[in-house]
């Protein structure tokens, strides 16, 4: 697998996080020389990087070596790496080959059948969801990618698993030349990371990579209601799956009826899911489909989505105090996905929304909102541009930090209401991740 000239020099990694570091694990494993360097030093990343192979692996941090990088015989580069910046580019200037740790991936686990689910929103919920319908039904299978586990780490392993559900980002499609997925998801489209793309048609288009190497064996699941999806779709070779809530479809939702079907027959209730919200019947279907193309009955399908629980950061209740719901959405990263958890909210609520800034207004939290949002309370970076989107037709008050915001939020809400933290925006003006920001949330929920 490995190709000769990759052998005869080395290998550069450019950026040290989860899917970099495995990267340059498993080219060392492979004995393959590396050049490995990441902006960043850390003590943490310090520590991280001292478990590589010292023989095989150079290191830098705190700067990129643009000329080595530039002499490198290939260069496996991180998501959170622009593809504009200095160090991609002196590669591409130089004819070096540059590939995603995902494209590393699919090429050393080439005998496994790989499920991309790649989309604005849903992503992981949907793989989530999609890995356990396929363990369910018996398959030797496994869950990757975004979801936390670098798809890399799986080809280090012992046994290799027959299937893989892995979540994909629109940064990690961007340097996949040759990925083609034996299933493809495609959850939805929406404006997001117009902090990094020059305009929503370059975000598209790297979603639309997943289409690529297409051929008359692919099976693809698409979100029906969305003409957006379809059309990214249309050209693409193989065949087509689609689900809706509005309409019949391959999987569909019965509102009438109240149930999820798969085809003609009821598949569950919807009182039998236990997540809320419109958009997580849509990745009950999506993952419905995934598991019927890869073969798994439809009552095991039930089963799995039946005894799905919600994921942390997800419209996750994290407690119920003195008759406030506390709601951690800290995963809502960009308007869209505020906007369904919004629209998702049954009681009068108080929002807590902010963090950096991505480049979209949020003009369309307020229809959202409706009469069921009391407040908004914005933090962060990005408060002074929710304050002015929001301010003239909803109640917002700017808090000065995390905490502040949460104790406004607490203040704010009423009996037998909600606090919901859906940010629609990154975490990193504050936080490393997302995740930080929702275990903060959820700590300040459980010692007040």
């Excluded at 080809?155 to 892995?166: E, L, Q, R, T």
């Excluded at 639309?208 to 979100?223: C, G, P, V």
């Excluded at 929304?353 to 949002?373: F, I, S």
Aim: aromatic residues 6%.
């Amino acid at each position: 697998m490995i190709p000769e000239k990759w052998r005869r020099g080395e290998v550069a990694v450019v950026g040290l996080a989860r899917s970099g570091l495995a990267a340059a694990r498993w080219l060392t494993s492979q004995d393959v020389k590396v050049y490995a360097s990441d902006i960043s030093e850390t003590s943490e990343l310090r520590s991280r990087v001292q478990q590589l192979d010292a023989d095989l692996v150079a290191v830098d941090l705190g700067y990129h070596d643009i000329s080595r990088i530039g002499q490198a015989s290939a260069v496996v580069v991180s998501p959170g790496i622009d593809p504009d910046a200095a160090c991609v580019r002196v590669a591409r200037e130089n004819d070096v080959e540059v590939i995603a740790e995902l494209e590393l991936a699919a090429r050393a686990m080439h005998d496994t059948k790989l499920v991309i689910v790649t989309g604005t929103n849903g992503k992981t919920t949907t793989v989530a969801l999609a890995g356990s319908i396929l363990s369910t039904g018996g398959l030797d299978s496994s869950v990757a990618g975004n979801i936390g586990r670098p798809l890399i780490e799986l080809a280090s392993g012992n046994s290799i698993p027959d299937w893989v559900v892995v979540e994909a980002s629109s940064f990690q499609l961007h340097d996949c030349h040759e990925l083609a997925p034996v299933v493809g998801v495609l959850t939805n489209l929406f404006p997001d990371h117009l902090d990094r793309y020059a305009d929503l048609d370059s975000y598209y288009a790297d979603k639309k990579r997943i289409f690529q190497n297409a051929d008359s064996q692919s099976i693809w699941i698409l979100n029906g209601d969305q003409p957006a999806v379809t059309d990214l779709a249309a050209r693409a070779p193989g065949d087509r799956l689609s689900w809706s809530l509005v309409g019949r479809a391959d999987a569909w939702y019965d509102r009438v009826g109240k149930q999820l079907m798969l085809g003609e027959a009821k598949l569950v209730e919807r009182r039998d899911v236990q997540l809320l919200g419109d958009h997580n019947v849509a990745n009950c279907l999506a993952a419905a489909l995934t598991g019927q193309a890869a073969g798994v009955a439809r009552d095991n399908i039930a089963e799995a989505i039946a005894g799905f629980a919600p994921l942390p950061h997800r419209l996750e209740l994290v407690g119920t105090i003195g008759g406030v719901l506390w709601i951690n959405d800290s995963k809502a990263t960009n308007v869209a996905s505020t906007r369904v958890a919004f629209e998702s909210m049954d009681r009068p609520f108080v929002a807590l929304v902010g963090g950096r800034h991505k480049g979209e207004p949020y003009d369309p939290l307020a229809q959202a909102g409706g009469t069921m949002c009391k407040a908004v309370v914005t933090f962060g970076e990005a408060s002074g541009v929710v304050l002015e989107d929001l301010g003239a037709v909803m109640w917002v008050t700017v808090a000065g930090n995390f905490n502040e915001a949460f104790e406004a939020a607490r203040d704010l809400s009423e009996p037998d209401g909600i606090v919901l933290l859906s940010p629609a925006c990154s975490s990193f003006d504050m936080f490393e991740n997302y995740e930080q920001r929702g275990e903060r949330f959820r700590d300040l929920v459980l010692n007040q």
